[in-house]
DNA sequence: TAAGTTAATGAGAATCGTTCGCATTTAGTG
DNA sequence: CACTAAATGCGAACGATTCTCATTAACTTA
């Protein structure tokens, strides 16, 4: 259950974040903004403040909990960390979301890193496209 | 001079146009915010207003003489287009950015988006790491 | 080169996602 | 159950960007 996933990354477990990390566990919704967690979870009914799923959903961030990505369109959205670090594909007309891991990248990039000097510490790859649905238009 | 790039673009060749591409042209910028472009021109004297530096960018970019890149920070960087396509590896400690080439990556993102059914468009690619003058801190 | 047409600009208001400040509530502890 | 620090709700504030609309400047044509 929640509370012990909250108390092990080092969080009380309250209610706004029992009903956050519930949300993000039923896994029926992947890849989702701030705004729409707190519409989902205000219409099964509970109640909290946008504010405080901003701040949850920061905190989960840093007790990597959540990752945070900057798909287009001036908005965060968030996921459950959960399996393998993996990178997005996205349908640039529907909004479609793919994700892949690709060995031979991750690596590439660990190698650019060492070239140029840097102790790379992380990365963000994003491939943009028409998806298959949306190619028949 | 800017007036036949921009006669080139399909854009009337104004007074803030020619001014914004100059600055660019000069290449002693590179990766620069909207604000960055207002500053610069204010200081050298030029009289002109942040939102024509947005709107004008924004034609930049349609008209494909510059590319508006999302480094981390809730704010869009442009450079101009010149040379081939490239990547990026930033420091996240002092913002410092170096570009890079990889055949290897680009293919595998082609390879990656026919085997999940796109037809890509675009890509963006962000190394992040610490410099290696920032490494001795 | 002056007049006309249309697009571009300047100034500031508006927008949008996100953060902040502060009074109030709650979780964890003994 | 009382205590203390931390978390929350609410609304104001924020920063980057866009919009509105009156004014101005670029191309066109005469
Ligand atoms: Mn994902
Ligand atoms: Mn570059
Ligand atoms: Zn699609
Ligand atoms: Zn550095």
Redesign the interface.
């Known amino acids: 259950m929640e509370t012990q996933d909250l108390k092990k990354a080092g969080l009380k477990a309250t209610v706004p974040r029992m009903k956050i990390l519930a949300l993000l566990e039923e896994n029926k919704v992947r890849h989702v903004s701030a705004e729409d967690v707190y519409k989902a979870l205000l219409e099964s009914g509970e109640d909290l403040s946008l504010a405080t799923v901003y701040r949850v959903l920061t905190q989960f961030e840093q007790a990597g909990l959540v990752t945070r990505h900057?798909f287009?369109g001036?908005h965060s959205v968030f996921e459950l960390n959960q399996g393998e670090h993996h990178d997005h594909?996205l349908?640039?007309k529907c909004g479609r979301v793919?994700e892949?891991v690709?060995k031979?990248?991750e690596e590439?990039?660990q190698k650019?890193?060492a070239?140029?000097?840097?102790?790379?510490?992380?990365?963000?790859?994003?491939?943009?496209?028409?998806?298959?649905a949306c190619?028949k238009d």
Chains 1, 2 share one sequence.
């Open positions: 900057h287009e001036g594909i349908c640039v793919d892949f690709d031979v990248i590439r990039q650019i890193a070239e140029k000097g840097y102790n790379m510490t992380d990365h963000s790859l994003y491939i943009f496209g028409i998806c298959s190619q």
